[in-house]
């Protein structure tokens, strides 16, 4: 397979301006003969399906919740960063394209960072004409703060909903082209399969939830915009319905998969509390402005906080990191704190957890002042845990957050399918190893609205596509091979539910394959995982049927391609014998427990190609060239 | 967390309803070992796992991101939608709320404009149609100025918020006598109304979304006030108050469709 970047030429800072001249434009009257399908309504799908229709395509947009308002989107807390330098403070394109390579611990794709940088501004601007309700100063202009791994405060927020507010700008972008008639709008659909026609994607298979009837949509090009497949850890900060079907379909069809061991594991969620439990609650970064995390300095040390006096605590996160302290970024912050929890000076049930403590912010600034800037994260911490953080520290601890692998897209977004392009956190992205906070939203914006109506464009103003009917032989092999797969997952009437098995995969997962990894840990869950797959296409029950709202089948899909997928996690995992950003191999450690790179060797995408069932998949390498931002180790000290 | 309740044992009378021409009818589960730490969608996950082992369906609700910004979830328990917490969604209230041997009756949102697909599972597709109507401000990509060239008075931004917390998951509906969406509604006309940025489809939006939240069998507002109760993001009747003050304003002005110059286009 060759993978071929198709950066253009020419200076970093003029690259996206040269590229927008030299791609191909479609004829304004020539738009409305194109189709183009748009899978998922977050972020990036439902910016890229408004903003593709806006320019007068015809776009179908589908989603697996009951609306597109819905998109896990919403759940982001924190804020957005754009380098507009509104505060004065020494922010630029360069600043934020700098700090993201280095946060991405120098596994992204420059010319893309850079790209992303570049349009932080833009989006900031769409939004606030959107009529989003970002946070003010007095003056009436935009108000910023801080996040991880930077020292300028260039992050937009509306209090703790940033997320909800930007998706429902995009959403209601998106509504008012439904209403025009420009996109239709297919809720309560799942994607199953990809259809390609002549080794173009051409469509895809789809099954109406509610009928159970599936369904073959087809088109001149699909955007996947499905979001990340951190739910394979079963406990995760993503909503339930989150999975990975649509990527790892089109993987099977010949889309590579890139980097999928890069998992984020936040450092600041709701610790696990009992067995039962379906899943965790981020508590966002943005609480690190004003909370400081500490834990006892005495191992076992079962006081409770407030009964623990000043120097017997250790700050660690100040004490190791100065400069950045408890705003050093995710993965070197979700590291610390599994350290001092594996040295026994963890707090909670079970020792796993660490304090995140606000007295000194509520004594400096007042219970009001905060209530201000994070009341309802606060109220959520309540509801769960039936602590008050205004009186007593939250306890928090790392959890599976977001995914910076994904499939490989070169810098059109478009993946080793032809047709088929990857937006938001579903492709490989531009994190690199470790994404900084608030830059999530940021990519699923420039994406969606900035990169993906330029790049679909140029794609079918230089392709010629022939028509195409649901009667094409490779139409009708997808819809057997999904009706077959259902057939499968119905009949065994085995023992044990989908929820088992995911949780028994997530326990795997997280213990061979999450904040810490080595050879043979992972080479114990890669034997793990194909004896679990076995079971589970044997004893599995699924009940009701094909035909109907089937919470269980739609579950038992997902749960089957998470067993794939956690398999070439794994795989990924091993191969790559260095430690970078969220991905940390004991094995690659300084004597302090700081990520030990390994350039010579890995300074590479690894991009997975499938070789068919029961083979294993090649790994393509895709060098990383850094020309603009040098290659040094990454301190935040 | 807290550590200090036992596990306890209730009954449940869940709506069962194959479908929406199906009749449905309650039926009775035991929930058994119930821990207070659970959220409430955890212990209904519980006896599902039970009923699946049992070979016998599932209990179907909505639900996706289980911390209470989604809106998907949407039961109404012992005849209060998202339950007796307030400001609080079904999926954040936890069983610490309940006493053992407490028996509880879910069911779905019962509305007009919400018919039932499949036992707690409603379709409320309708909350989208009001939003399609007008519920956005007509700005293509691109055609934005620099962010701060609006200026927003921070009292102004901050209510905005406030109108804008909405997860438009419909308590609001479910919890009015006659099923009415103002509240909702009220929440996006406010939100934009409020802003600079809202201004200039102002009085052609209300009149939009007002019209569409009637056509698709919404009933009116008679000043109950349980929409306000049941919300779980605190969103105040206010909103329905500003949202007659423009619809009347609108209707003096006489502002008429034609006069939208293609606001949806």
Known sequence: MELKANVPSGPIAQKWSKHRFDMKLVNPANKRKYSVIVVGSGLAGGAAAASMAELGYNVKCFCYQDSPRRAHSIAAQGGINASKNYQNDGDSVWRLFYDTVKGGDYRSREANVH?????????????????????????????????????????????????????????????????????????????LEPILIDGRARGIVARDMVTGKLETHLADAVVLATGGYGNVFYLATYAKGCNGTAIWRAYKKGAAFANPCYTQIHPTCIPVHGEY????????????????????????????PHQIPEDERDYYLERKYPTYGNLAPRDISSRAAKQVCDEGRGVGPGGLGVYLD??????????????EKYGNLFEMYERITDEDPYKVPMRIFPASHYT??????????????????????????????????????????????????????????????????????????????????????????????VTSFHRELGKIMWEHCGMGRN???????????????????????VPGSASDLNQSLEMAGRVAD???????????????????????????????????????????????????????????????????????????? | ??????????????????????????????????????????MLDVVNEELTQKGEEPIAFDHDCREGICGTCSLVVNGKAHGPRTRTTACQLHMRTFRQGDTLVIEPWRAKAFPVIKDLIVDRTALDLIIQAGGFVSVSTGSASDGNAILVPKDDAELAMDAAACIGCGACVAACPNASAMLFTGAKVSQMALLPQGQPERYLRVRRMVAAMDDAGFGNCTNHGECEAACPKGIKLDVIARMNRDYLKASLMGVEESKGGGGAG
């Open chain 1, 562 to 637: 998470f067993l794939d997928l956690g398999e070439l996690m794994c795989l990924d995992a091993l191969e790559r014998e260095e430690s970078c950003g969220g991905h940390f191999r004991e094995e690659y450690q300084t004597a302090e427990g700081e990520a030990v790179r390994d350039d010579e060797r890995f300074c590479h995408v690894a991009a997975w190609e499938y070789a068919g069932e029961g083979k294993t998949p090649i790994r393509n390498v895709e060098p990383l060239v850094f020309e603009d931002v040098h290659l040094q180790t990454r301190s935040y000290k």
């Open chain 1, 115 to 191: 790209r992303l940088a570049e349009l932080s501004v833009n989006i900031i601007d769409q939004c606030v004409a959107q009529g989003v309700p970002f946070a003010r100063e007095y003056g009436g202009t935009l108000a910023n703060r801080s996040f991880g791994g930077a020292l300028v405060s260039r992050t937009f927020y509306a209090r703790g909903q940033t997320g909800q507010q930007l998706l429902l700008g995009a959403y209601q972008a998106l509504m008012r082209q439904v209403g025009a008639g420009q996109v239709k709008m297919l809720s309560r659909h799942e994607m």
């Open chain 1, 277 to 304: 439990q379906s899943k965790l609650t981020l508590m966002s970064e943005s609480l690190r402005n004003d909370g400081r995390i500490w834990v006892p300095k005495k191992a076992g040390d079962n006081r409770p």
């Open chain 1, 358 to 371: 606000f007295a000194d912010s509520i004594q400096r600034l007042g219970a009001a002042k905060i209530g």
């Open chain 1, 404 to 497: 910076m692998g994904g499939l490989w897209v070169d810098y059109n977004l478009m993946s080793t399918i032809p047709g088929l392009l990857v937006g938001g956190e579903a492709n490989f992205s531009d994190h690199g190893a470790n994404r900084l906070g608030a830059s999530a939203l940021m990519q699923g914006l420039a994406d969606g609205y900035f990169i993906l109506p330029y790049t679909v464009g140029n794609y079918l103003a230089s392709t010629k596509l022939d028509k195409v009917d649901e009667s094409h032989p490779e139409a009708r092999a997808a819809v057997a091979a999904v009706e077959e797969r259902m057939r499968r997952l119905l009949s065994m009437k085995g023992q044990r539910t």
């Open chain 1, 519 to 541: 050879k043979a840990g992972l080479e114990q869950a890669l034997q793990k995982i194909p004896a679990l797959r076995e079971e589970f296409w044997r004893n599995l029950n």
């Open chain 2, 1 to 42: 967390m807290s550590g200090n309740g036992k596990s306890m044992n209730l009954t449940l009378h869940v709506w069962r309803q194959k479908n929406a021409s199906d009749k449905g009818r309650f039926v009775t589960y035991q929930a058994k070992s119930v821990s207070p730490d659970m959220s409430f969608l955890e």
